[in-house]
């Protein structure tokens, strides 16, 4: 009888250390599932940005542009918010910049112009963050919060109007309109805005600005989705005031659209990488693509293929690409994984079994 309750006694102890063992695992396999951007960040090396004094993240959100820098005194900026389809793909990303960097809010918020695939996220930013300076373009809203007495084009779109409402709804809070403006954000970084010259466009995509960051050696060019009109119009202006525009990184205007970035402007700004923002729904132009490898961009580079992009400045001004190409197939790997984890259990079970009816048919053998 006591050989029986010390036998029933293992069998719950073995019973009670498998169901634990399983729970930890199931726990562990959670945490990696929910945590599989951070493992993704991590594995293709960005790191190696997370240290640099200057960094610029162009963000995967599709069909769509967003983009976030963190500057060398800890001011970020965002410039575009991807589209509402991209929302938990763009937060996701400014989550985890903020977080790599131990910063909690956005100081700079740029929205080029009201076209939902740049504005689609705004929202959900604002909501999650405090955003201190709002950078809007000269296009009104009919969100019942927008401002009076500008004359400005209106758009009637419903997501436009949801995120003026959330703009001017932001506590401390400074927004203005984009304007020409140069600005100085410390330790050898300069920020220059070359707004639309017009009060009116026709297209909204016109009202995108050209955004230029420099820090040390190192020029980044940001244009919305500015078109050949738009460059015209930097291309005059550059020259009439004699401004070097000239840049190492691009951001490839209207995602590659054959009706920007022309080789007039490739001429002024003679980029040495690029990088375009797009989906599954529009690859970039052939055209664009051949214009950029005849102005001698050394390097092209776009999300729908090497997802996030990432280019780290250090303080003696040499820099880093990092892409998120290689991506784990994480949830795969978890499967495959516990399907062995499990299998090693049952084999476990059956020779533990097979083991104590041995035992037991001898000792019954030796009874008789």
């Not at 050209?210 to 919305?224: A, D, E, M």
């Not at 004699?242 to 990184?249: H, M, Q, T």
Request: proline share 2%; charged share 25%; net charge negative.
């Amino acid at each position: 009888m006591e050989k029986l309750r010390e036998k029933v006694k293992r069998i719950k102890e073995n019973d009670i250390i498998r169901s634990f063992f399983i729970i930890i695992y199931a726990i562990v396999c959670l945490l990696l599932f929910i945590n599989q951007y951070n493992i993704q960040y991590f594995a293709n090396g960005f790191s190696a940005i997370d240290d640099k004094k200057l960094q610029v993240y162009y963000f995967d959100v599709g069909q769509a542009t967003a983009t976030m820098v963190v500057l060398p005194n800890d001011l970020t900026m965002v410039i575009d918010t991807g589209s509402s389809d991209s929302e938990k793909d763009f937060m996701e990303s400014v989550n985890l910049v903020l977080e790599q960097n131990n910063l909690e809010t956005v100081d700079y918020l740029i929205l080029t112009h009201s076209d939902e695939d740049h504005v689609g996220g705004a929202v959900a930013l604002l909501e999650k963050y405090q955003i201190y300076n709002v950078i809007r373009p000269k296009i009104l809203s009919v969100s019942s919060s927008e401002v009076e007495g500008e004359s400005y084009k209106v758009v009637a779109t419903q997501v436009y109007e949801d995120v003026i409402t959330a703009v001017y709804n932001e506590p401390y809070c400074q927004v203005t309109f984009m304007e020409d403006e140069a600005m100085f954000a410390g330790q050898d970084t300069y920020i220059r805005f070359f707004a639309c010259q017009k009060d009116s466009y026709s297209e909204t995509n016109d009202y995108s600005p050209f955004i230029n960051i420099v820090y040390k050696n190192n020029s980044f060019l940001f244009t919305g989705d500015a078109s050949e009109d738009r460059e015209k119009e930097l291309i005059e202006y550059a020259n009439e005031n004699d401004i070097d525009v000239s840049v190492d990184f691009l951001l490839v205007g209207h995602h590659g659209s054959k009706y920007s970035t022309s080789s007039e402007f490739l001429a002024l700004t003679n980029p040495k990488f690029a990088f375009i923002s797009a989906g599954d729904n529009l690859p970039p132009s052939y055209d664009v693509i051949k214009r950029l490898q005849e102005n001698g961009v050394e390097e092209i580079y776009c999300t729908k293929t090497d997802g996030m992009i990432a280019v780290g400045v250090d303080e003696s001004g040499n820099f880093v690409i990092k892409t998120m190409k290689n991506m784990i197939d994480l949830p795969l790997i978890i499967v495959l994984f516990s399907c062995v984890v499990f299998c090693l259990i049952y084999l476990f079970d059956r020779y533990y079994y097979k083991k104590r009816r041995n035992k037991y048919l001898r000792n019954k053998h030796l009874v008789l």
